[in-house]
């Protein structure tokens, strides 16, 4: 392995640290975003699960309502 | 034009957007990486710390994007109160947030090896932490106050106020002798940088605009669940 690539001619700690720290922050941010879309989604589903048939029909007239459902089905 | 404002509409279309999205970002993001670590020259007075600019360009011209849009948005909603607006700007704070901390940490590691310092309150340094402030203060603010009207006002003040310090950032290295260069790409002036650094530059602003769609569209969907979980109760 060509250690110049890692060591950029002693700059290597400060350009390594540079992206390392950009993509740990948009992982991080993009799994904390991931798992908040999922829970949500679970929690909607059991929350209608709760409902009267009366008041899930009258729910599901809403056209999102029905897309939350769908997309949740989906995955 | 009144279609593709409905919720409904939208939501479906962000379930569509978010797989294209998700199939193209990472052979770009890795396009990226090897453009800007392996393929880009050296800078010929700054060497291979140059490379920190395709993280810290991108980052900071999003983190000023970001806020330009969601101003934009409040006055928007401030005036004609449309309901799905506000999930927009809702959903671009946090993205606008991330990317101005990336700048600003970026542009601090950047500044030891170039200016021999890690942190100096440097016109341009010191009007993009106030950004940071401005992003915090908004976010808070709609979190918060839960009186909708009130928190909309509050958010249009901010981000009103936020949008002068927008134009303080854009033009910090000409009204004041800073530390911060000049910008060498300008879309309505002439580019300085050449075209071998441009191409990196391109593909990683590329990248971070698709993860931004990527967080955006999910974000927008959490925005709509908590809304419509609200309606249920």
Known sequence: ????????????????????FTFVVCLYFYLKTKKTLKKLEKNFIKETETLSKIELENLKKQKVV?????????? | MIKYLNPSYIFNLTGKILNLVKFFIIPIIIVGIIFSLFLSPKDYIQGD????????VPAAWISLLSFGTLSLLCIINFIFKIKSVTLVYKSLAPIG??????????????GQPTWGTWWAWDARLTSMLILMFFYIAFILSY????????????CTGISIAGLINLVVIKYSVIWWSTLHQPASVNLTGETTIHISMLIPLSVMLLAFLLYCALIFLMKYRIETIRVKKKGIK
Do not use: C, Q
């Open chain 1, 66 to 75: 029905r897309e939350i459902l769908v997309s949740h089905s989906k995955n």
């Open chain 1, 1 to 20: 392995m060509n250690l110049e690539i890692l060591f950029m001619n002693g700059y290597g700690i400060y350009v390594w640290s540079s992206f390392i």
């Open chain 2, 49 to 56: 710390v140059v490379r920190i600019m395709y993280v810290h």
């Open chain 2, 97 to 110: 947030l991330t990317f101005n901390v990336i700048a600003i940490f970026t542009g601090s590691v950047w």
């Open chain 2, 143 to 154: 979190k918060f106050i839960r009186d909708p009207i009130n928190s909309s006002r509050i």
